[in-house]
């Protein structure tokens, strides 16, 4: 195969998987080095970006891929999916999200004691969502489960990892500070949840 071959090939073998997929897997199916395929699919989202593709490939850390919807373009796909299984996530979904994004793996007593309320059915509810899922059990007394954010959840975030989080309100007031700007507290889930945009 040319050059053009192999990058209709990916981008068919990225579109068909529809999940994250490893450089290595790729590069296997392709009949390369790991290096050429990665050129390859800089090269894919360099295309996308020029056209302004309603396609975008994501890196997820430390070595996978993923073909999805574009964010500038959700509200659009949002209009021909099934708008209750896409519905926006609520307040306290955001803020229990960002409770445990910011802070995972997490459990739920850890949550409830940041939001100061409980949060038993919103944990459910973004289990159900697959935005969270359980990440074994904590070290500590009762040895309780701890939650932790999903390939989803960066996806429908926009996200690459977690290093890609914006920042939190508090990092951000240190560098005003160091301006000579002030910032006004926030409460520790509001604070977080603010960060988050759906997408």
Not at 166 to 188: I, N, R, S, T, W
Request: glycine share 8%.
């Amino acid at each position: 195969m040319n050059e053009a071959q192999q990058t209709g090939a990916l981008e068919a073998m990225l579109f068909a998987h529809a999940e994250p997929v490893e450089t290595e897997r790729l590069a296997d199916a392709l009949r390369l080095s790991a290096q050429d395929t990665e050129e390859l699919l800089h090269g894919l989202q360099q295309r996308y970006d020029e056209q302004e593709s309603g396609l975008t490939i994501l890196h997820f850390e430390p070595d996978r891929w993923q073909m999805t919807t574009r964010p500038y373009y959700g509200e659009v796909v949002k209009r021909v999916l099934d708008t209750r299984r896409n519905a926006p996530l609520s307040p306290a979904a955001l803020e229990v999200l960002a409770v445990i994004a910011y802070n995972q793996p997490v459990s739920r007593s850890f949550i409830e004691q940041v939001r100061g309320v409980d949060s038993s059915s919103t944990v459910t509810k973004l289990l159900e969502k697959g935005l969270i899922e359980e990440a074994g059990r904590l070290d500590l007394p009762g040895r309780p489960v701890a939650f932790q954010t999903t390939d989803t959840f960066l996806r429908v975030f926009g996200l690459g990892g977690l290093k890609d989080l914006p920042p939190l309100h508090d990092e951000v007031a240190e560098d005003a500070a160091a301006g000579g700007v002030q910032e006004a507290p926030m409460a520790d889930g509001e604070e977080q949840a603010e960060q988050l945009e759906w997408k």
